[in-house]
């Protein structure tokens, strides 16, 4: 009878540790109502003590993709609360995590945030299940929204991005450079030679801090410098390049062999101890501490003015004649999920696109204001020139996004092998253009 | 002539019943979506009373299994939703299109085909099969050395042992990049090149020598647990018979072990057909080599690093998808093999 009375009693303890274990996963599963509703309540409070402007917008879920500027993220979420009553939540993916990775996983989840971050090329992956914002306030305000053929205006910019090569101003003055000149391949030559032979004088350790290392710097060679044969000399919206690649991997192979020459020229007088196993904090760092005169990196590299004790600019990658501008755009694109709140997703555009939004984006994490109307200047130390050139016009799109995912690990390695002197220009291109298409065709 | 009372049986009729109506309708209103908040209630309610049912079911003969059912259950249970329902839906996505997203349809065998052609795959599998050859020899003589270090009588051995087995309890991220600041900038000081990881046939050498670092330490372990079980009385008549050391090895030592020669060799052996951390993070796959006439840009890239590369950093889930399960069908392959082999030598000591 005891035996019995201890195997109910363990029969018991097992029920309602497995019941207990039910309502926990049960939270979890509801969590969508449970957390709408105690989201409200908490929306209500500060709508009620700070204006009367009733909060009908439900709270909204962003996520983002810069863990550098999540702290200024989720000022804004407080700001927007203070002066809308409406709650934004923020979550922010960093480090290695990848935001399309964690996406998908989320999607899988049927936990999808209302608005989150993409990249232009990753648009087709989400086909038919973005918001259409066209007609919205803010897209009258700038030229950098986002516009697939299919779902409409589908993205809005967050920041304005800019690569081209980064110049040390006080440097190009000490050695009588006018970087302004620098619109032809003869000229980049004629000034590399100066450069280079008042290395002592100038107190740098190359020309160049240019770094074709694969396994990290992948993403610079593969994407943005490849971006240039993309895009320079381009207008913002002129695609013919990229067309020409997405359509089964071509490349116009006269471009890219005067592509091929310019960086030719960069490995020439690139700093040796960067050029194949260097790292990007050492290409910055040298940048920084004056040793190279051009960094092949864009405005991020170098974010405060109290960096740097000299002017920075961009000049352009003139591998023809008359290229003068620079690539600038947003690298990528806050969009809003058509299942989930569109309406609050559309109010929060339309709120971050105005001054106290901007207010934080620009002065507090230093990013580069897409909008017309914006009166802050950025800190950023580039953001004179890349400022010049895009008033002027003379600017490119980031059509380099838009590649087939994954190609830059293909090319960086094309770089990498040019940069050790295994492949020549010519090689260059045959290898540059047999390695794209049997990127395509795969 | 019936051993149970009508109120058992009734019990037992009623909670099967009440059990998979309650489990059904709250998986039901599960996958309909309502929002009904006691559906998991429902779901583990009716689940727990069907087992109750179960465990009182009037029958002498079957008793005794259901009672190995029910507590089997949780195990079965849990295995199935990790391991055996991923697996075939993982084989099931490899038949299709699918993006990580959605599934638009479905393809075939299109995926298998595809990553056939494809030489920088096929490479990978040629260098996965290199890497693991020259790692079960490297790697077992390496620590079969360290372990005859590791049991004469030196002094400091304690030392050794842990110091030669302290790289295993590293990460292979963390050792990846530790070593790549090695090999690029200490390395390079004394070389006066450029770093070693930067060529793809220097890089896979790189690979190799960080894996022996990592691993030899643990294989280290078990020849020394080997070792050790050789019998004393042995080696000491061996001695008395006038056997030197190198006739002690060969003829005493080294046949005594064999089991566990068998057993480094098929550790070494799978865990090097899994090699991705230290591939990830020491060259991420990166390197150029000439491949069936093509140029192919992941010169040191394994086959696990393959797949991550073709799912999630290419966004082809479906074809990383069908390479992981030829991954699977090689692995299982192997573990086979290995289970053979080992149960065919228990037999015979």
Redesign the interface.
């Given at each position: 009878m005891k035996k019995k009375l201890m195997s109910v009693l363990l029969a018991g303890a097992m029920v309602a540790s497995l019941v207990a274990c039910g309502s926990t996963t049960d939270t979890t599963t509801t969590s969508d109502n449970t957390q709408t509703q105690t989201e409200t309540t908490t929306t209500e409070t500060p709508a009620a003590d700070t204006t009367a402007t009733a909060s009908s917008v439900e709270p909204v879920r962003l996520l983002n993709g810069k863990p550098e500027i999540n702290d200024q993220m989720q000022a804004l979420a407080a700001k927007y609360q203070e002066e809308t009553g409406n709650v934004l939540t923020v979550e922010t993916i960093g480090g290695d995590t990848n935001a399309s990775d964690e996406l998908k996983k989320m999607y899988q989840a049927d936990n999808m945030p209302d608005i989150f971050v993409i990249e232009a090329n990753q648009a087709a992956t989400w086909d038919g299940m973005l918001a259409d914002l066209s007609g919205e306030d803010w897209t009258n305000k700038t030229g950098f929204e986002l516009v697939d053929a299919s779902m409409g205006t589908i993205g809005f910019p967050y920041t304005v991005e800019a690569t081209a090569l980064g110049y040390n101003a006080d440097l190009l003055a000490k050695a009588g450079v006018d970087p302004a000149s620098l619109t032809s391949p003869d000229a980049w030559k004629a000034a590399c030679e100066t450069l280079d032979a008042k290395k002592d004088e100038l107190g740098i350790t190359a020309v160049f801090g240019w770094c074709a290392e694969p396994t990290n710097l992948g993403w610079s060679s593969g994407t943005h410098v490849f971006g240039q044969y993309l895009d320079a000399g381009l207008k913002a919206d002129d695609t013919t390049y990229i067309d020409l690649l997405n359509d089964g991997g071509k490349i116009d192979e006269a471009r890219m062999k005067k592509f091929a020459e310019f960086i030719g020229m960069m490995n020439q007088y690139s700093d040796p101890a960067l050029l194949i196993d260097g790292t990007y904090d050492n290409q910055v760092a040298g940048f920084k501490e004056g040793k190279y005169v051009f960094i092949t990196q864009g405005n991020w590299c170098v974010t405060s003015p109290d960096d740097v004790s000299f002017e920075c600019g961009f000049a352009p990658y003139a591998f023809e004649d008359g290229i003068n501008t620079i690539i600038a755009g947003p690298p990528s694109y806050w969009v809003a999920y058509s299942a989930g709140n569109v309406d609050g997703a559309k109010a929060f555009f339309n709120w971050c696109a105005g001054d106290s939004a901007q207010n934080i984006l620009v002065n507090d994490a230093g990013l580069v204001s897409p909008f017309d109307d914006c009166q802050y200047e950025a800190v950023n130390p580039f953001y004179k020139s890349m400022n010049s050139y895009i008033t002027a016009g003379n600017y490119s799109g980031w059509h380099t996004m838009l590649k087939k995912d994954g190609l830059q690990n293909s090319t960086c390695n094309v770089f990498a092998d040019y940069a050790k002197g295994k492949l020549d220009a010519d090689k260059f291109v045959s290898t540059m253009a047999q390695v794209i298409a049997d990127y395509y065709a795969q | 002539m019936s051993t149970f009372s009508i109120g058992r049986k009734a019990v037992s009729f009623i909670s099967l019943i009440a059990g998979i109506v309650l489990a059904i309708a709250g998986l039901g209103l599960?996958i309909a979506k309502t929002?009904n908040?006691?559906?998991?209630?429902m779901?583990?309610?009716g689940?727990?009373l069907f087992f109750i049912g179960l465990?009182l079911f009037p029958t002498l003969k079957h008793h005794r299994s259901i009672i190995n059912f029910i507590f089997l259950f949780p195990l079965l249970f849990a295995f199935m939703v990790t391991v055996i329902i991923p697996l075939v839906l993982g084989i099931g996505y490899s038949f299709t299109d699918w993006?990580?997203?959605r599934m638009k349809s479905v393809v075939g065998i299109a995926n298998y085909t595809?990553m056939f052609k494809?030489?920088a795959f096929l490479w990978s599998i040629l260098l996965t099969f290199l890497f693991v050859v020259f790692n079960m020899i490297l790697v077992n003589l390496v620590a079969f050395l360290l372990a005859l270090l590791c049991t004469s009588k030196i002094k400091g051995l304690g030392f050794f042992r842990a110091a030669y087995f302290l790289p295993n309890l590293i990460g292979g991220i963390v050792l990846g990049y530790i070593w790549?600041f090695i090999f690029?900038n200490v390395v390079?000081k004394f070389t006066g090149t450029?770093?070693m990881?930067?060529?793809t046939n220097t890089a896979f050498i790189a690979i190799i020598i960080v894996y022996i670092w990592q691993y030899a330490g643990y294989i280290m372990l078990i020849y020394i647990t080997g070792l050790n079980t050789i019998p004393g009385d042995v080696l000491e008549a061996s001695a008395i018979d006038g056997a030197n050391k190198t006739q002690t090895l060969f003829n005493i030592k080294l046949p005594m072990i064999a089991p566990t020669i068998t057993i480094c060799t098929f550790l070494t052996l799978t865990s090097a057909f899994k090699q991705f951390d230290v591939n990830l993070a020491?060259?991420?796959?990166?390197?150029?080599v000439e491949f069936l006439g093509?140029?192919i840009?992941?010169?040191t890239e394994m086959l696990a690093l393959n797949i991550y590369?073709t799912a999630?950093?290419?966004?082809?889930y479906a074809l990383g998808q069908a390479k992981a399960v030829l991954f699977f069908v090689i692995l299982a392959v192997v573990s086979i093999v290995q289970v053979r082999i080992s149960n065919k030598r228990e037999v015979e000591l």
């Open positions: - | 599960s929002g908040a006691s559906r998991g209630a779901l583990i309610g689940v727990v465990y993006d990580g997203i595809r494809q030489p790549q690029s390079t450029y770093s990881l930067s060529d020491l060259t991420n796959g990166k390197g150029s093509s140029y840009a992941n010169g590369t999630v950093i290419n966004n082809d």
